[in-house]
């Protein structure tokens, strides 16, 4: 076939140069990888006479992190916070998207703007005043707090991929939802919001990722031994690691908290990078 | 039946209008009002706040630490920034054309974005920058390149450097999976033709793919600079002082006045409430600029395909 020929010589023509250096930069990050969970393994003089796994596997690296530094505490911080916020981000963000994709209102443009600016606003623009709201509350030290908090930072995000997610779904469905007598909101609920599903999924492995992974808003609301999310107990134990010398078990902790998020991406990996375009190439 | 849509409305958008008030509106313009005042700590009764003017910006750019935090900032935006852009443009490039084992090399060059970045900071610290058993360390023994062996590269004097590096590192698969599948969007048939008339392929690149890879490029330059100007996790988790000015960035100063800076060892800057709030205003005029700026430059001739 003339045609596959030109393809050949044209757009997917190999870049050997290319190849080689992305292979050694994929080495790189493979044998850093590999290195840290031997590391984990051994001990900490192993380490540093430069022979890992040399005395056999040693886990009680491991036992020592998950038992002494609560490390299971802090997984399980993070698993609450993270998943009840992805949750409730969702029947709050929507509704909302789905009334302002598919209905015309007065605001409803002024709602977008907003949401697609709020986008922009850092959190250091918002720390100070909410730190502040929340202690006069006197619900500094409530766990809950961080929970409304991540649900709040996320709808602007999820508020703007919904938005464009439900403005695909074809109108008839809703029309014919509600010629059956359904009324406008169990139109959405019984018809349209099952249906959505892949659009949810997607936006919710974001979600999931980005609050897992936050920082700043835990440094603030959670940097005490029983409310801290796993970044920051990891900070914490790597601070204390280095002064107790313990390297082996320093890197197990790290291995503890990549991990959970690795075999995600193991499984989820195309699902993942295919989201990361829907949300950067639309806008 | 007309009632009853307006209900629906009302009850599905006017939580997300509410949370737009109190959460993102309300403490907005209470951090433009409190950088007008003076203030000791955090718990200070607002009645005892003393009007300032303009003073916490006149201090603010009297600073050194401020003015140093900027220039951080500026280096990651620009320098870090045209690494990341032209290193994920080229793995881009090279993914483009499918070949044995692709999937797995964008799928590894991606995945430090799904890293919780202070494990990150842990594996290039502790191990890749580390002096004794450290990768680098290792490697450049191992190839006899001494004086790059014994670079120490967590010092004061190497951090900000090395805390670059490792940060861009990772900010490279994001970007080359954006470029990726804007490139993959683009039409077949214009190389084939392009290939017909006998052009070269870099050629190609400079003439079919990049005029075409414009509004992706203008989008991925808004959100490399929004990381930038609110670059905040590396500066204090990279650096075993998280304040010092070598690796300080805005977010952090302000961070540190507002709430105090002493987390593992560090010296304790004295808390100015009012002052941090006018280094958060001014981080914020600088995204809006930013963000002004490139769509700007960005909205002339666009190619339509």
Known sequence: MAKNRFIKTSRTSTNKLGICIMTLWCVFTVFTLVWIVSASLSTTSEIFDNKILSSGLHFENYVLVLEKYNILKYFFNSLLYTASSCFAVIFLAAPASYAIATYEFRGRRLVQTAYASAMGIPSVMLMVPVYMMVGRMGLSKNLLVLVVIYTFTMVPFTMFFLISFFSTIPKDIQESALVEGCTHSRAFWKVIFPLAQPGIVTVTIFNFIGTWNEYTWALIFANSSDRRTLALGLQAIVDGMRYSGNWAALFAAVVLVFLPTLIMFIFLSEKIMGGVTAGAVKG | ?305
């Not at chain 2, 009297?62 to 003015?67: A, H, I």
């Not at chain 2, 290939?195 to 959100?223: N, W």
């Open chain 2, 1 to 305: 039946m007309k009632k009853q849509e307006r209900n629906m409305l009302l009850k599905f958008v006017l939580p997300v209008v509410a949370v737009f008030l109190i959460f993102f509106v309300y403490p907005s313009l209470r951090t433009i009002y409190m950088s007008f005042y003076k203030m000791g700590s955090l718990s200070m009764d607002p009645a005892e706040w003393e009007f300032a003017g303009f003073s916490n910006y006149v201090d603010m750019f009297k600073n050194p630490l401020f003015v140093k935090s900027w220039v951080n900032v500026l280096k990651i935006a620009v320098i870090g920034g045209a690494a990341v852009f032209i290193i994920a443009l080229f793995f881009a490039v090279t993914l483009s054309a499918k070949f044995k084992g692709s999937k797995v090399m964008r799928a590894i060059v991606y995945l430090p974005n799904i890293i919780t970045p202070v494990a990150m900071v842990t594996m290039w610290n502790q191990y890749i920058y580390n002096n004794e058993y450290g990768l680098f360390h290792e490697l450049f023994s191992f190839l006899h390149l001494d004086a790059l062996a014994d670079i120490p590269w967590t010092s004061s004097e190497w951090a900000f450097r090395s805390m670059m590096v490792a940060f861009c590192f990772g900010s490279v698969g994001y970007y080359m999976i954006i470029y990726l599948s804007a490139m993959e969007k683009i039409p077949a048939d214009y190389y084939d033709y392009a290939a017909l008339e006998g052009a070269s392929k870099f050629y190609m690149f400079r003439r079919i793919t990049m005029p075409l890879l414009r509004d992706t490029t203008r989008t991925a330059v808004t959100f490399w600079m929004m990381g930038a100007i609110n670059f905040f996790l590396w500066s204090r988790v990279f650096n075993v002082n998280p304040l010092a000015p070598e690796t300080m960035v805005p977010a952090n100063l302000m961070f540190n006045m507002v709430f105090g800076g002493s987390t593992s060892g560090g010296s304790v800057t004295k808390m100015n409430v009012g002052g941090g709030c006018a280094v958060g205003v001014f981080l914020c005029v600088a995204v809006v600029v930013v963000f002004s700026i490139i769509n700007f430059l960005g909205n002339k001739d666009r190619y339509e395909y």
